[in-house]
């Protein structure tokens, strides 16, 4: 008598397209899977435990290493909750830098994930092509702040340095070099008809199905929720700015490929009227204590990451140090949706859906 | 000449004279396979923003390959504990014999051709049939479950497009009225079967980067879904010997494109002066590239899609070519 068995694959924690140590433990039979289980945690350190016992300056460097990708955003967060409970009012230039860094740092991020997503796909070449640009933005952020990667720039009540000479008319000559070249990443890649097919109505779920698991980003976006903190809770200056909330009604893997392309195009609006408005001169950092004591009592404070809503919630008891940190990270919650996406897929898609969700290990695992 | 050696009676000299071909052609493929992974990532790196081998053996990395295989050489040889180690050693040995014994029936010029076999069109498919064997047999003798999806994918994927493959070769037979490579170049002498046979030669194109497992139909080996597919056990030369048998069949495909559609050593109209064999390496070079510039550009087609674009487009579509040149050749010749 015939008989078939289950397979149990091990996909990662040393898989090339689980961006990281990412482990998905998927039944399958044949090629359709039936159950999948993601195992997590081996980036773990423990990053709002490590807080309790540093002042707040000092945890700043930890959570450029969160989301990696992003750091700016990271470090914007825990900022904002600081100078929400200690009521800072942060200078205008100031504020400038940090949204042009966000910004920068946002179409950054959706570049590494366009690339890599495209990999994942099976082409080669798109990731060389985002990783250009990436480089240009990598090189203005390290000139504003020292590093490459983990920029630790945002202060509480300012930023760590002011633009050099010059910077600023670097970032307005990039703006219109990066719409040229997002017209040939839809030339390469969007008309494509085998990407079409590979993207288009994979991993679809409804506006409930993201309400429900709380997804956020372009994760929710893609099903037509227009829900953009920037815009529905503008934190720092973006009410100045005029943009859209880019939104997609799909709710598959294309839906979220086309939401952040465009997203890319807004944010460059955004960098584009930051550098028109920013203001010449100007303080950069806000008088604040020598020691950065946060009042007794509590914060929430979330915004806009590339990946998502990112949240910082600080109860502190008015030491130099918090009592309790604890950072909403998107890609965690992005990430809890995937084994409903995945059972009854083709194993085939796994790679296709995994990678549309945009994880990066780092803030999956905290 | 090697026509007469075939027919003579057989003798020591006559094996020594095989013998010594045999290797001078061996070398001259493995020249060709040494260079044209170097020329696939010089290309590769011009296309990608990058500079490819520039290191080893002066600014082009004219000794990238040798070094690398070299390298390979060096390695150690594992096989997994639980492993079929017989077959494990096998595989790649059956997955690239055949592709030396294709080549072989390629014309390069009117005289230089190793085997001419009165069935040689025949001979190439059925032999090259054979590798997706060595795949397979590889991928289930590692005992590792990727590698067994990317052996599965293999022999489905050879079973769908070898077929639209010959399919579309149907409508040349038609034309040329021989299954030799010699007569089909010959019968090309007043207009390449590229344009006589667009709907063939696109097919064939399709199905040939199938048979190839290149980009974007290297599903077998899809290095993000299934890390490296039917391979991934195998390091050290016999990966290598799986390297090889690519892209010597990645030589053989591109000769057989260049026979087929683009006239052999056929030249162009007034350019008779320059020998075929220069017509033939830049005819060759020219379908090469194509080849190097599909695997830059494309993403990877999902596996369910390549099967249905195989039996449900390609075959299709070849059949009505050959019907459509059928059809077209009695009404040609009534008038």
Known sequence: ?366 | MIQDLLYSSPSLANFGIFFLLATVFLFVILGFVTYAILAERKVMGFMQLRHGPNQVGGRWGLLQTVADVLKLLLKEDTIPKLADRPLFILAPAIAFAPAFMVVATIPFTDSLQFADIGVGLLYYIAVSGLTTIGIVTGSWASNNKYSLLGGMRAAAQMISYEIPLVMSVLGIILLSGSLNLNEIVEAQKDGWFIILQPIAFIVFLIASVAELNRAPFDLPEAESELVAGFHVEYSGFRWAFFMLAEYVYFFAMASLITVLFLGGWLPLPFLGFIPGAVWFALKFSVVVFLLIWFRVTFPRVRADQLMEFGWKVLLPVALANIFLTALLKELLNAF
């Open chain 1, 1 to 366: 008598m015939i008989r078939t068995e289950e397979m149990l694959l091990n996909v990662g924690p040393q898989h090339p397209s689980t961006h990281g140590v990412f482990r998905l433990v998927v039944k399958i039979d044949g090629e359709i899977i039936t159950e999948a289980k993601p195992v997590i945690g081996y980036l773990h350190r423990g990053t709002e435990k490590l807080a309790e016992n540093l002042q707040y300056t000092q945890i700043i460097p930890y959570t450029d290493r969160m989301d990696y990708i992003s750091s700016m955003t990271n470090n914007y967060v825990i900022c904002h909750a600081v100078e929400t409970m200690m009521g800072i009012q942060v200078p205008d230039r100031a504020e400038y830098l940090r949204v042009l860094a966000m910004e920068l740092n946002r179409v950054a991020s959706h570049l590494v994930w366009w690339g890599t997503y495209l990999l994942d796909i099976g082409a080669v070449s798109p990731f060389l092509y985002a990783f250009r640009e990436r480089e240009m933005i990598i090189n203005l952020l390290n000139e504003l702040s020292g590093a490459r990667l983990t920029f630790n720039y945002m202060r509480v009540g300012g930023v760590k340095w002011d633009a050099p000479e010059g910077w600023i008319e670097k970032v307005a000559e990039f703006v219109p070099y990066m719409r040229e070249q997002l017209k040939g990443y839809h030339q390469l890649v969007t008309g494509n008809e085998i990407f079409i097919n590979r993207v288009k109505g994979v991993g679809r779920y409804t506006k409930e199905d993201a309400l429900q698991y709380s997804l956020s980003g372009a994760n929710a976006r893609c099903t037509g929720i227009k829900w953009d903190l920037r815009k529905d809770e503008p934190y720092s200056i973006y009410d100045r700015f005029d943009f859209d909330v880019i939104s997609r009604e799909g709710g598959d893997a294309w839906a979220r490929y086309e939401c952040r392309l465009a997203e890319i195009e807004e944010s460059l609006k955004i960098i584009e009227q930051a550098v028109e408005q920013f203001p010449r001169a100007g303080e950069i950092m806000a008088k604040v204590p020598k020691i950065i004591k946060a009042p007794k009592g509590e914060a929430f404070v979330r915004i806009e990451s590339p990946r998502g809503e990112i949240g910082c919630y600080i109860a502190s008891d008015g030491k130099k140090e918090p009592y309790r940190l604890k950072f909403r990270r998107p890609s965690f919650y992005n990430l809890q949706i995937l084994p409903k996406l995945l059972v009854g897929e083709n194993i085939a898609n796994l790679i296709a859906i995994l990678g549309a969700i945009d994880i990066v290990l780092g803030e999956v695992d905290g």
